[in-house]
């Protein structure tokens, strides 16, 4: 069973930057998929992000390109997402998932693809 744990969120202002971190258990090097997601309050779970191990080219969801980054260590097993430009509207649990099927790009932002997840972090954008 691999583990997925999430750190870094927490309360930032309009405007700032926070970056999360992911960590997950299986073996180093190995061909799995990271990807985050995060849940607003009230609202369905939505993608954020993801990187292939093998194509070290992030993929990222619609209008969050430009604030958010992704970046990823495959000695280490961690998914970074370095947020800027924080927005209210950014407010939501994010969730940590990997998944060790092979994904084409189109297929990243599928939820249902994913077999491992975090407790999730909730970061919170408010002044």
Same mark, same amino acid.
């Given at each position: 069973q691999v583990q997925v744990l999430e750190s870094g969120g927490g309360l930032v202002q309009p405007?700032? #930057?926070?970056r999360l971190s992911c960590a997950h #258990?299986?073996? =180093?090097? #190995?061909?799995? %998929?990271? =990807?985050?997601?995060?849940q607003p309050p009230g609202k /369905?779970? *939505?993608f954020v992000g993801a990187m292939k191990r093998t194509s070290g080219v992030p993929s990222y969801g619609d209008s !969050?390109?430009?604030?958010? =980054?992704?970046s990823r260590d495959n000695a280490k097993n961690? !998914?970074?997402?370095?947020?800027? #430009? !924080?927005?209210? *509207?950014? %407010? /939501?649990?994010?969730?940590? =998932?990997? %998944?060790s099927r092979t994904l084409i790009t189109s297929s990243l /932002?599928?939820?249902?693809l994913y077999e491992y997840w975090g407790q999730g972090t909730q970061? %919170?954008?408010s002044s």
């Amino acid at each position: 069973q691999v583990q997925v744990l999430e750190s870094g969120g927490g309360l930032v202002q309009p405007g700032g #930057s926070l970056r999360l971190s992911c960590a997950h #258990s299986g073996r =180093a090097y #190995s061909g799995y %998929t990271m =990807a985050w997601f995060r849940q607003p309050p009230g609202k /369905a779970r *939505e993608f954020v992000g993801a990187m292939k191990r093998t194509s070290g080219v992030p993929s990222y969801g619609d209008s !969050l390109k430009g604030r958010f =980054a992704i970046s990823r260590d495959n000695a280490k097993n961690t !998914l970074d997402l370095q947020m800027n #430009s !924080l927005k209210p *509207e950014d %407010t /939501a649990v994010y969730y940590c =998932a990997v %998944t060790s099927r092979t994904l084409i790009t189109s297929s990243l /932002a599928r939820d249902d693809l994913y077999e491992y997840w975090g407790q999730g972090t909730q970061v %919170t954008v408010s002044s």
